[in-house]
């Protein structure tokens, strides 16, 4: 069974700096393509950015620049430093394989970017 554990979220000002911390147990971690995604009150589940097991990584247009997507393959963990935070970052943010297929979601993050 994998388990996926978020971490990092809070409350932020716009223009603020968040990292997220992904913990991922129960499966083979450093070859597979793990992303981050964002879910937004009334909105579908977005993935954010993404990052394979060699360290290659791709954004979407919306945080490009703003954010960066990073792994520890020896400590099973995917991180997101995220900055130059805006108000329409704010979502919980999830970490999962990438496309996750169905598999089961961690309890995510929240993060809250005010004004």
């Known amino acids: 069974q994998v388990q996926l554990v978020e971490s990092g979220g809070g409350l932020v000002q716009a223009g603020g700096s968040l990292r997220l911390s992904c913990v991922v147990s129960?499966?083979?971690?450093?070859?597979?393509?793990m992303g981050w995604y964002r879910q937004a009150p009334g909105k579908q589940r977005e993935l954010v950015a993404s990052i394979t097991g060699g360290g290659s990584t791709n954004y979407a247009d919306s945080v490009k620049g703003r954010f960066t997507i990073s792994r520890d393959n020896a400590k099973n963990t995917v991180y997101l430093q995220m900055n130059s935070l805006k108000r329409d970052d704010t979502a919980g943010y999830y970490c999962?394989?990438?496309?996750?297929?169905?598999?089961?979601w961690g309890q995510g993050t929240q993060v809250t970017v005010s004004s």
């Open positions: 999962n394989v990438v496309p996750p297929a169905g598999r089961s």
């Open positions: 129960g499966s083979i971690f450093s070859g597979i393509l």
